[in-house]
């Protein structure tokens, strides 16, 4: 600096100059997502370069996205418009959150976005904390990632014996789909069912944001009497997963794709309808009549005294437990000729009877093909003994009513392994029908 005089060295100097530039503020990043269960994670934050003497607060709007305030969100003054409060100090890139905070719900629905945008203030800058002389990050969108699962179960009766009927003992077979509907990774998936005697494999397993897979979980139950009597068998199963990025477990009731109810149990958005297998019934049955001659004199023939033993076999050949089922017979008084309930299968009754009051009478009955099973009538001639194998049905004899080589044959045991002696008689006329043993 020079003086009037033309002199260099004399004159005078400034100093002590200050400089105050306003800090520079933008967002750290244009894009953020996170899972819905991350509340307050990876939202959009406030990147701040400069020497704060004071503390300022930078001013914040939510301008769009489809998000709803205070369904989805809050902010810090519960409406679009909030401040971001930052103490004085010096900072060179130091981060600030918003204070905004996810809801975290229930409801299955698509993923929703929040956009944020700093506003201007007079005591900072909209400028690049990166960059000299760039374009700040002024906007920053927050995607909400949805977390979500779901089942659907189908089940199939398998007809063990091909009666085309359910029968207590067979088994249901049940298949599942698992979907991870959601926008975020799940680990830990796993399946059960809601009755306990419903038996599932398979599992656990991991599915990508968007997979499903239909093979890893099959189920299995066994009918009982009570299920086919009640005619439909219904049930429901569950799935849970965690959710990688937060380890949240979340879950869903199953639905039956085939059930048009509809019906929205965990009111999630979703239909949970239980699993309903409709079990078909056939009512039916048969009555088997058969006698035993028991001769209590012992002299081989059948006389006024000697006693019948009847038997009758009851047996429902149903899929379904009948009720009330009663026998009734002219010839017979029975003590007990009523049961309260028969479950398919056999059951016996048996009741005897002396002849001395009936001379002459028959008795018979019929087999399940509509077949006389036994005829007694007083004998014209000694009777005969024929040995018949255990499995073989009625069949006639020659003319005289005996088989040949075996007239007035003295009783005997029964020969061999899987064969009876019967009693029978024969009136001796000629092509007349033996009587069936």
């Avoid at 260099?8 to 520079?24: A, R, Y």
């Avoid at 009918?223 to 869903?252: C, H, K, P």
Wanted: aromatic share 6%; with cysteine; net charge negative.
């Amino acid at each position: 600096m020079s003086t009037a005089s033309g002199s260099t060295g004399d004159g005078n100097f400034l100093d002590q100059i200050q400089l105050t530039i306003s800090p520079l503020v933008e967002f750290l990043q244009q894009t953020t997502s996170h899972a819905e269960s991350g509340t307050t994670s990876n939202l959009p934050r406030i990147r701040l370069s400069g020497n704060l003497r004071a503390p300022i607060s930078v001013m914040v709007s939510v301008v769009g996205g489809t998000a709803v305030l205070n369904d989805d969100f809050t902010t810090p003054s519960g409406t679009p418009e909030f401040t971001v409060n930052i103490p004085a100090g010096t900072y060179s890139g130091q981060l600030f959150n918003l204070g905004v905070t996810v809801i975290e719900d229930a409801e299955q629905e698509e993923d929703e976005t929040i956009e944020f945008e700093i506003l201007p203030g007079a005591n900072y800058r909209l400028s690049s904390t990166r960059t000299c002389g760039a374009d700040p990050f002024q906007r920053s969108t927050h995607t909400i990632l949805e977390e979500s699962v779901e089942i659907t179960k189908t089940g199939t009766h398998i007809d063990a014996n091909g009666n085309g009927l359910p029968d207590a003992g067979e088994t249901l077979s049940y298949d599942f789909v698992v979907s991870n509907t959601g926008s975020v990774d799940l680990s830990q998936i796993s399946v059960a069912d809601l009755s306990p005697q419903v038996m599932v494999t398979g599992g656990p397993i991991s599915l990508a944001a968007g997979a499903s897979n239909d093979t890893a979980f099959k189920g299995t139950y066994t009918l009982t009497q009570a299920d086919v009597d009640a005619g439909r068998f219904e049930n429901q199963a569950s799935v849970s997963g965690r959710v990688r990025a937060t380890g949240l477990m979340i879950s869903d009731l199953s639905d039956d794709p085939d059930n048009p109810a509809d019906v929205d149990t965990e009111d999630d958005g979703e239909p949970d309808d239980p699993t309903i297998l409709e079990l078909p019934s056939s009512p039916a049955y048969t009555l088997e009549k058969s006698s035993t001659v028991i001769d209590v004199n012992g002299n081989g023939r059948p006389d006024a005294g000697d006693k019948i033993d009847y038997t009758f076999t009851v047996e429902n050949t149903g899929n379904v437990t009948l009720s009330n089922i009663t026998v009734s017979d002219a010839q017979v008084t029975f003590s007990n000729d009523t049961l309260a309930t028969l479950a398919p299968g056999p059951i016996r009754y048996k009741h005897s009877r002396h002849l001395h009051d009936h001379p002459g009478r028959h008795e018979s009955g019929q087999d399940r093909k509509q077949r006389h099973v036994h005829r007694l009538s007083p004998c014209r001639r000694p009777p005969y003994r024929r040995l018949l194998p255990a499995w073989r049905g009625a069949r006639q004899s020659d003319s005289d009513g005996a088989p040949a080589g075996r007239r007035n044959r003295p009783p005997q045991r029964g020969r061999a392994s899987g064969h009876r002696w019967r009693w029978c008689c024969g009136e001796g006329r000629k092509n007349s029908l033996s009587f069936y043993c």
